[in-house]
């Protein structure tokens, strides 16, 4: 889901008018197996699917290999949940795969029940640290 930032309001003059955008990705569960279904939706079209929408509604990875920065840049991307549905290195490396398009955004990692911690850490870096 794509919820526009928001102004932080609450925050002295000058960092009140600042806006803050998120990212978060959840419960993807990439398989090893490109083509499997998990609850009957392909994981891999359904991720494509909201990358592209991503792309296309932040103005992020305007094509080029760093991810190019648009009009609503997030500044972290929050993965949560079950990245993964079998906790294979080959998911996580279709997940990194996926978010190529945004760079070297600050990422914040925390997995779900599915998930393989020491995996994921050496896919995406250690679970609950930024990698920054």
Do not use: C, K
Not at 46 to 68: K, N, T
Not at 76 to 86: F, K, R
Request: glycine share 12%.
């Amino acid at each position: 889901m794509l919820v526009p930032a928001l102004p932080f309001r609450h925050l002295p003059r000058p960092y009140h008018r600042r806006v803050a955008t998120v990212l978060q990705l959840s419960d993807i569960h990439l398989h090893r197996n490109p083509t499997r279904r998990v609850g009957g939706v392909d994981p891999r079209a359904r991720l494509d699917a909201v990358m592209a929408a991503v792309r296309a509604r932040l103005g992020v990875g305007g094509g080029d290999a760093a991810g190019a920065a648009g009009p609503a840049d997030p500044g972290l991307v929050l993965l949560t949940g079950d990245l993964a549905e079998d906790g294979s290195p080959a998911a996580y490396a279709a997940l990194d795969e996926a978010l190529a398009p945004l760079g070297t955004r600050p990422r914040l990692v925390l997995p779900g029940t599915h998930d393989a911690p020491a995996v994921l850490a050496a896919a995406l870096g250690e679970p609950g640290v930024p990698r920054l």
